[in-house]
């Protein structure tokens, strides 16, 4: 059963909040997937469509649009902070990193993606046993 408070942004639930089991199936894989690369390193938005293609994590790639708007949707959320960095070529480049609450989401993300993978393996062990 979901505590939330409603006047509580979702990450900050406890990790077996099933308000967080709601919201990573709304933001899909692309958020963990997204704070995972940032819990390595920080990164500006280019260079972070280059590293999820790199690491295969998603089936299809979401279009370089797509990966912006959810990074500054996790900005607003409070999981992400940014900073301009000045590059040697070229204009100024947003640094996305991981906070602490990003942290948490990340965490209780990779529970939730344990418990799928479960089920998932059981399903297909009940099909193969059909055979």
Do not use: Q
């Given at each position: 059963m979901c505590d939330h408070?409603?006047?509580k942004p979702h990450h900050e639930c406890k990790s077996d909040c099933s308000c967080k089991t709601q919201e990573l199936k709304i933001g899909g894989f692309l958020i963990p997937c997204l704070?995972?690369?940032l819990k390595r390193e920080s990164s500006h938005g280019?260079?972070?469509i280059e590293k999820l293609r790199e690491a295969t994590f998603l089936e299809n790639m979401p279009d370089p649009g797509a990966i912006y708007r959810y990074l500054r949707n996790l900005e607003e959320d409070g999981m992400v902070d940014s900073v301009l960095k000045e590059g040697s070529k070229g204009p100024a480049r947003k640094i996305y990193s991981l906070t602490s609450e990003g942290e948490d989401y990340l965490k209780a993300s990779v529970?939730?993606?344990?418990r799928r993978k479960q089920s998932m393996e059981r399903f297909i062990e009940a099909y193969e046993d059909c055979y």
């Open positions: 408070d409603k006047n704070l995972l690369l280019y260079a972070l529970e939730i993606i344990k």
